[in-house]
């Protein structure tokens, strides 16, 4: 009878699964030809404009603004719709720092409401929930590649008179009901951080599809320079360019981009598939609306009960096997401790502290402390084979989980 690895057994995999990021010639004769040409700047150069023109039109938007990064993204857009001191702006409580901290950054309050257990996205019935009269803005999460459900939060928002602003990071090439993501909203933010599926170590872009507000958010990015504007009268605060070298990689990136998405769909269907058979794993549901599934994530849920362990014991038994899972956002974005205080903007600790966050986000709770797992996008670049190694390696725990009672963790 097998042994699981971490208790000496041979594991399923021993090789390293595809690396990331992916590069070749194609980068570095790019990125040769801005340091020969001398054109450094985004402001003299061609690389950073090319690149907004092709994303933005492959996510079915008119203008796309290159940034410095995915944070400055969200906080440029915020300023650009107009975001006042003390604006209360809703956010999920599951979601990585950024998509709170740029509301902090912007001087507004976010306001955190709950996820969906299936999909793990914002909630659009807790958003009505979580909304006052202060509320003016909302920051869904398309998490893991996987689009929210913007025709409800659409129409909630749309009611409530709350300006949505798309927190793609996560979702390069995702589709909403046939419909890039990022250009749903009155704007879309995208990251391209290390990890991202498409990335040049930092930057960002913000989509839109307003003419008013793209001209707002390059003034924002150019040291307040409007584009017909004397360049010696500052009109806005801000000054978040992108440069040249990060514009000539992210253009070959976006290349590879599609024939990459397509690995991934392709062999996330195939670990759907695999991991059906596994007890106690809920794959993250693709509701009807998703016509592409970016997967920057393959994120699912683990249910302790029936495995009779912790998900931490799974989690570290799985990558004795070579399976690289992880555990993911292990707290709500309310309990680390710069949120919890509320010290920020004209709000006082006292003041943020008599809200019961918890309360209001049971799922966020539960997800963040008990279920939620994730395999990061890289699993998902190799070979069919590759892939089903994952699964194996779930079996073999499920299979031995009893014998999991022996780890220390």
């Avoid at 909304?131 to 749309?158: C, K, N, S, Y």
């Avoid at 709500?332 to 006082?348: C, H, K, T």
Wanted: charged share 20%; with cysteine; glycine share 10%.
């Amino acid at each position: 009878m097998s042994t699981l690895a971490i208790l000496g057994g041979a594991p399923v995999r021993e090789r390293p699964f595809t690396n990331w990021p992916v590069h070749g010639p194609e980068e570095e004769a790019a990125l040769l030809g801005v340091l020969r040409s001398g054109r450094w700047s985004a402001l003299s150069g061609e690389q950073v404009a090319r690149f907004e023109a092709a994303f933005a039109a492959a996510h079915d938007a008119r203008h796309g603004v290159a940034v410095s990064s995915g944070t400055v993204a969200l906080r440029v857009a915020l300023l650009a719709a107009g975001v006042r001191a003390g604006d209360e702006v809703i956010v999920p409580a599951y979601t990585f720092q950024a998509t709170a901290s740029a509301v902090v950054e912007a001087n507004a309050r976010p306001i955190f409401a709950d996820i969906d257990a299936g999909p793990c996205t914002l909630s659009a019935d807790a958003v009505e929930r979580a909304a006052t009269p202060r509320t003016r803005f909302l920051l869904p999460v398309h998490f893991a590649g996987l689009p929210a459900d913007m025709d409800r939060i659409q129409e909630v928002a749309g009611r409530l008179g709350i300006t949505v602003i798309e927190d793609a990071a996560q979702a390069h090439g995702a589709q909403h009901r046939g419909c890039g993501v990022g250009s749903i909203g009155a704007m879309g933010c995208f990251s391209f951080q290390a990890s991202k599926n498409v990335n040049a170590a930092e930057g960002g872009i913000i989509l839109t599809n307003n003419d008013h507000l793209a001209a707002r958010c390059r003034a924002i990015l150019n040291c307040g320079r409007g584009a017909d504007a004397d360049p010696t009268l500052l009109t806005i605060f801000g000054n978040y360019r992108m440069t040249e070298f990060q514009g000539a990689v992210l253009n070959c990136q976006l290349a590879r981009q599609p024939e990459q998405a397509a690995r991934r769909e392709s062999n996330a269907a195939l670990l759907r598939h695999a991991l059906s058979g596994v007890p106690g794993i809920a794959v993250q549901t693709r509701p009807e609306y998703v016509t592409r599934h970016a997967y920057h994530l393959f994120a699912f849920r683990f249910d302790p009960e029936q495995w009779g362990v912790p998900r931490e014991k799974a989690i570290r038994a799985l990558n004795a096997e070579g399976i690289p899972a992880t555990e993911g956002y292990t707290a709500p974005l309310y309990r680390q401790p710069m949120f919890s205080r509320q010290a920020f903007g004209p709000y006082s600790g006292a003041e943020g502290g008599s809200v019961d966050w918890a309360e209001r986000c049971p799922v966020a709770e539960r997800v963040c402390s008990r279920e939620g797992a994730w395999i990061y996008q890289k699993c998902l670049l190799g070979s069919e084979d590759d892939t089903l190694d994952v699964a194996r390696g779930f079996e073999k725990v499920w299979d031995l989980r009893g014998d999991l009672g022996k780890v220390e963790i």
